[in-house]
T-cell receptor, first 114, second 114 residues
Framework: DSGVTQTPKHLITATGQRVTLRCSPR?????VYWYQQSLDQGLQFLIQ???????AKGNILERFSAQQFPDLHSELNLSSLELGDSALYFC?????????????FGPGTRLTVL | TQLLEQSPQFLSIQEGENLTVYCNSS?????LQWYRQEPGEGPVLLVT?????EVKKLKRLTFQFGDARKDSSLHITAAQPGDTGLYLC??????????????FGKGTLLTVNP
């Protein structure tokens, strides 16, 4: 158990819909990262927040948005869903940022878009 | 085009055998990490290497970072069934700091048969 929690574990929805994935970081961690893992693309970095502010952006689509709240939990919002958005979405957290701050990954949310 | 190419993609061996998996890129990474991911779970960090030519050992696992910081290898001695999993390498292209982003390879899926 990494200490990072993600809800829900599984999500099935239809194309065109909007969903929200939630992440609670480890106690004391200020950084939250979101990743998408699919069979064809592998694990891809989406976005990072540090203490409520956006810190780094990766391959995140405009239809996707995220935020980190004052209690440090984070939400990833996915809208106008397409079949290709079906994937595992991981949240990770770390104390700070950079290569010396180990990222601890949550168990993931499996999103299926039908 | 994948920035980080991992090989082999799949590897199935018998308990007690040795193996090496590779992570290659045409880009220079300021740091490189190896993770292991088991089914239904998020990746878990094994090691971080930051200096060209660096070798790190973790019990039966030996990690090497290439002199030019473009490639890395993971060698497992006397593999055990508990080593089964997806091995991912991930690197940072951006010299760390506030723009730290991990780029992941697609992984090597290792199966160690008893």
């Amino acid at each position: 158990d990494s200490g990072v929690t993600q809800t829900p574990k599984h999500l099935i929805t239809a194309t065109g819909q909007r969903v929200t994935l939630r992440c609670s970081p480890r106690s004391g961690d200020l950084s939250v990262y979101w990743y998408q893992q699919s069979l064809d693309q592998g694990l891809q970095f989406l976005i990072q927040y540090y203490n409520g502010e956006e810190r780094a952006k990766g391959n995140i689509l405009e239809r996707f948005s995220a935020q980190q709240f004052p209690d440090l939990h984070s939400e990833l919002n996915l809208s106008s869903l397409e079949l290709g958005d079906s994937a595992l979405y991981f949240c990770a957290s770390s104390v700070g940022t950079g290569p010396y701050n180990e990222q601890f990954f949550g168990p993931g949310t499996r999103l299926t878009v039908l | 085009t994948q920035l980080l190419e991992q090989s082999p993609q799949f590897l199935s061996i018998q308990e007690g055998e040795n193996l090496t998996v590779y992570c290659n890129s045409s880009s220079v990474f300021s740091s490189l990490q190896w993770y292991r991911q088991e089914p239904g779970e998020g990746p878990v960090l094994l090691v971080t290497v930051v200096t060209g030519g660096e070798v790190k050992k973790l019990k039966r696992l030996t990690f090497q970072f290439g002199d030019a910081r473009k490639d890395s290898s993971l060698h497992i001695t006397a593999a055990q069934p508990g080593d089964t999993g997806l091995y991912l390498c991930a690197g940072d292209l951006n010299s760390g700091g506030s723009n730290y982003k991990l780029t992941f390879g697609k992984g090597t899926l290792l199966t160690v048969n008893p």
